[in-house]
C-alpha cells in the first residue's frame, strides 16, 4: 500500500509556515523533538521515542568463525527493518530505497566509524571470534528515522554486556550470567547522526524533521559526529548543491546536538545502572504505571476550569426561548406519530379509537373434517371453547 500524497493546499501551507520560520508543533527551527530511551529487562535492549517516531533495537551475540582476511577482528552486523506496522507506506518483505539508504547510513556510521573495538570480541584467533548483531525495528514512523535509529542503536551497544569465555586448550567455555557477570563492549566513542532538511532550493533549513515536512523537502543532509566534534560520516541527498557555508553551519549546529543526546544517553544509562544494583523495578516494567492502558496513550492536555460556572450562566442566559409545543402530533397514517421536543407521545393508535366487541356474526369457526373408514367425525375450532366437540355417531 502506498503512502497518501499531499494535496496542493497542504503543500503550499507547509511551505508558507516554513517560509514564516512556523513549523507544525510549534517547535523552532533548530529544535529537536522530546527523546526517550527506555531500556529493556535483557541487555542490550532500547527503544527511543523521538516525538512520535518509535524505534525497537535489540542486540545479540554468537560465536562464528572469522573472516578470512581480519582473522583477530568480531564481526558487527547491522539490520534495520521497516514493517507495515510502522507506516501504510512501507511494503512487507521488499527492499525499498529508504531501507537500503537507511542501512548504509548506519553501517557507516557504527561500523566505518571504528567506534567499538572489533580485537577485543576475538575469543580464539582465526577460529572463534564474536558476532555482535544489530536489529533495528521501526515502531511508528513520524519523520527522522535516521537520528532515531543511531540513537537507539548505540544506546543498545552501551547497554549489551556479552557472556564471558574461558579457554583450556582447544575447549571454549560460554558461562551464563548467573555462573559470571558479563562484559560490555568496548566502546570508543558515540556517533550520533543529525538531519538537516532544506527547503525551496537550500533557502530554509530545518532540523529534525517531521514526516509531513519532509515531503515537501527538496534536500537532505545527515552529519554523524561524536561529542569530540569529530565527523564520522556525511551524506547529502536529494539532488541540490550545497555553499560550504551551509554545511559549516550544520557541523556547528550538529556538534551542540550531538553533545546533548550523548549527555542523554549517559544519564540513561547511568539511571539503569543504578536501578540494576539497588534492585529495584527496572526496564519497561518501570515505564508502565499500574492501571492504565499503554496501547492508546495520549498526552495531556490542561483545562482552564476557574470560571466554568459564571461562563455555563453566561451562555445559559444567552439561549433564545423554545418555540411553543404543538398542542397535539400530526398523525400522518393510523398507528404513526410525530414525536419531537414538547410533543406528547402518542405512539400507537388514537385515542378516540374504542376496541370494538366481536359480535357472534363476526365470529368465525374454524371446521376440521377428519374421515376414517369407519366413521366421519367433524370438529369445531372457536375462540370460546378450547377443547373440540364431537356430535353424536349417527347411523
Known amino acids: 500500500m502506498r503512502d497518501t500524497p ?21 517547535r523552532q527551527t533548530y529544535d529537536y523533538r522530546n527523546i526517550k530511551i527506555t531500556f529493556g529487562t535483557d541487555y542490550g535492549c532500547c527503544v527511543v521515542e523521538l516525538g512520535r ?86 515502531l511508528n514512523h513520524d519523520g527522522n528515522l535516521m537520528d532515531a535509529a543511531s540513537i537507539a542503536a548505540i544506546s543498545a551497544l552501551s547497554h549489551f554486556r556479552r557472556p564471558d569465555v574461558a579457554i583450556q586448550g ?5 558461562f551464563s550470567p548467573e555462573e559470571r557477570d558479563p562484559i560490555p563492549l568496548s566502546i570508543y566513542h558515540m556517533p550520533i547522526c543529525v538531519s538537516f532538511a532544506f527547503f525551496l532550493q537550500g533557502s530554509y533549513l530545518l532540523v529534525d524533521p517531521c514526516e509531513q515536512e519532509e515531503r515537501v523537502k527538496d534536500g537532505l543532509l545527515v552529519i554523524a559526529m561524536n561529542k569530540h566534534r569529530e565527523i564520522c560520516s556525511i551524506q547529502s541527498s536529494g539532488g541540490i548543491m550545497l555553499l560550504k557555508d551551509q554545511v559549516l553551519r550544520c557541523s556547528k549546529i550538529a556538534s551542540v546536538k550531538v553533545s546533548e543526546i550523548s549527555e542523554l544517553i549517559n544519564k540513561a544509562l547511568e539511571n539503569d545502572r543504578k536501578i540494576r ?30 470560571d466554568v460556572k459564571e461562563t455555563a450562566n453566561e451562555i445559559v442566559n444567552k439561549t433564545e426561548t423554545p418555540t411553543e409545543a404543538v398542542s397535539s402530533p400530526v398523525l400522518v397514517a393510523m398507528g404513526i406519530a410525530q414525536v419531537g421536543e414538547g410533543i406528547v407521545n402518542s405512539w400507537g393508535l388514537d385515542e378516540d379509537e374504542e376496541d370494538e366487541p366481536q359480535t357472534e356474526d363476526t365470529k368465525t369457526d374454524e371446521v376440521m373434517v377428519i374421515s376414517d373408514s369407519e366413521e366421519e367425525e367433524v370438529v369445531f375450532l ?8 364431537k356430535p353424536s355417531k349417527q347411523n
Do not use: Y
Not at 15 to 25: G, P, Q, S, T, V
Not at 62 to 88: H, Q, W, Y
Not at 382 to 389: F, L, R, S, V, W
Open 382 to 389: 372457536n375462540e370460546e371453547a378450547q377443547k373440540p366437540t
Open 6 to 26: 499531499l494535496s496542493n493546499c497542504e503543500r503550499r501551507f507547509l511551505l508558507k509556515a516554513i517560509e514564516e520560520k512556523k513549523r507544525l508543533d510549534g
Open 277 to 306: 544494583k539497588e534492585g529495584g523495578k527496572f526496564g519497561f516494567a518501570e515505564s508502565m504505571p499500574k492501571e492504565r492502558i499503554t496501547t492508546l496513550k495520549r498526552d495531556e492536555a490542561p483545562v482552564e476550569m476557574t
Open 53 to 138: 517516531t518509535r524505534v525497537f533495537c535489540q542486540v545479540s551475540c554468537e560465536l562464528v568463525p572469522p573472516k578470512d582476511s581480519r582473522p583477530t577482528e568480531g564481526i558487527m552486523f547491522f539490520n534495520l527493518e521497516l514493517s507495515p506496522m510502522a507506516s501504510p507506506a512501507f511494503e512487507p518483505n521488499r527492499q525499498s530505497e529508504l531501507l537500503v539508504m537507511l542501512n548504509r547510513q548506519l553501517e557507516r556510521c557504527l561500523r566505518n566509524s571504528k567506534c567499538i573495538d572489533t580485537e577485543s570480541l576475538c575469543v580464539v584467533s582465526g577460529e572463534k571470534v564474536w558476532q555482535i548483531r544489530v536489529d533495528v525495528h521501526v
Open 170 to 174: 582447544r575447549d571454549i567455555t560460554v
